[in-house]
């Protein structure tokens, strides 16, 4: 079994108004990711993930990607510290 491990994510590119969100949600309930994302102000999306490390590791490859209409430019990883509800939601812009 893999560790368990907790990462934050910046994805920048055509990233709003393509369903992201939506998207990430199902690909992470999919994989039993838990965490959030959310739109920010500056036009990328921001999510928090922790999970096994491969299912976090899938994730982030997928945020990569994005959905169909999305063109990511880059995703910046890093540590996220703080503790993370079960369940994988969509929360309010900031």
């Known amino acids: 079994m893999s560790d368990r491990v907790s990462?934050?994510?910046s994805i920048t590119g055509l990233v709003q108004g393509v369903s992201f969100r939506w998207y990430m949600v199902q690909e992470a309930r999919r994989l039993g990711v838990d965490g959030w994302v959310r739109n920010r102000r500056d036009g990328s999306v921001e999510a928090a993930v922790a999970g096994p490390e491969d299912q976090v590791r899938q994730l982030v490859e997928w945020a990569r990607r994005g959905p169909p209409a999305a063109q990511?430019?880059?995703?910046?990883?890093g540590p996220w510290d703080a503790p993370l509800d079960p369940g994988f939601e969509q929360a309010p812009t900031v």
């Open 72 to 77: 990511v430019d880059g995703v910046d990883l």
């Open 7 to 9: 990462r934050h994510l």
